[in-house]
């Protein structure tokens, strides 16, 4: 039990010993002093109530309402962060999935586990297995559905450098949400494909014909 709480039920107890005993008091006085003491009673116990019982009633309230599932998922981030510094990426991914069995609709987490994957344990396979098997549990809404698929699309180019894939996955953004935004995006980032399979095909040949030379020289 928290200090707060222990706090606010000691003053709660407090408030009513001392309006019984008020109470009791005011009982055997006057009539003209029972209302004078009904008076002051009244607005001390207003005061107390807008002071102390109103904010604990909507602490409680809103805790109710939020606090649980979102004190459970930012501990969940925090722990799977903490994990990540130390290195301990098993241990990041297993947080993560724990927030996918409280929200599996939440595209998020998956996300997240299969950047570990590909960044951290160098295995973008395991992250396109993680993203694809995500995308394919369920019919998404569309953001979260093409969330899911610019992610796969930056797997395939990025760390494996499949540059027809990742193309083949935003042209399947363009087809399944025509006249979006993300379709508009997807437009985008196919220039940004070409441009870096270019660049990327002339570092090789680059690299090649370094190394032919240095066996020449050899």
Same mark, same amino acid.
């Given at each position: 039990?928290?200090? !707060? ?119 973008? !396979? ?9 995308? !394919? ?78 066996? !020449?020289?050899?």
């Amino acid at each position: 039990m928290n200090q !707060q709480l222990v706090t606010r039920i000691c003053i709660a107890l407090l408030v009513v010993i001392v309006g019984l005993l008020l109470w009791k008091q005011l009982m055997q006085a006057s009539d003209g002093m029972k209302l004078v003491g009904f008076i002051l009673l009244g607005g001390v116990g207003g005061i107390l109530a807008v002071k102390y019982l109103l904010p604990w009633i909507g602490d409680a309230f809103g805790e109710s309402l939020y606090s649980s599932g979102e004190v459970t998922e930012q501990d969940e981030m925090t722990k799977a962060a903490a994990c990540i510094s130390q290195g301990n990426y098993e241990g990041a991914i297993s947080h993560y999935e724990k927030m996918l069995d409280d929200k599996p609709d939440d595209p998020f987490p998956v996300a997240e586990i299969a950047k570990i994957h590909a960044e951290r344990l160098h295995d973008p !396979q395991s992250a396109l297995v993680a993203l694809s098997n995500h995308l !394919q549990s369920r019919d998404w809404p569309v953001d979260d559905a093409a969330f899911i698929m610019f992610r796969i699309s930056e797997v395939y180019m990025t760390h494996l450098h499949d540059f027809g894939a990742a193309r083949d996955m935003l042209e399947q953004v363009i087809g399944n949400f025509p006249n979006t935004r993300h379709s508009a995006n997807a437009h985008h980032k196919i220039t940004e494909i070409e441009q870096a399979e270019f660049a990327y095909l002339q570092s090789q040949r680059a690299k090649a014909a370094a190394t032919a030379a240095e066996q !020449q020289a050899s």
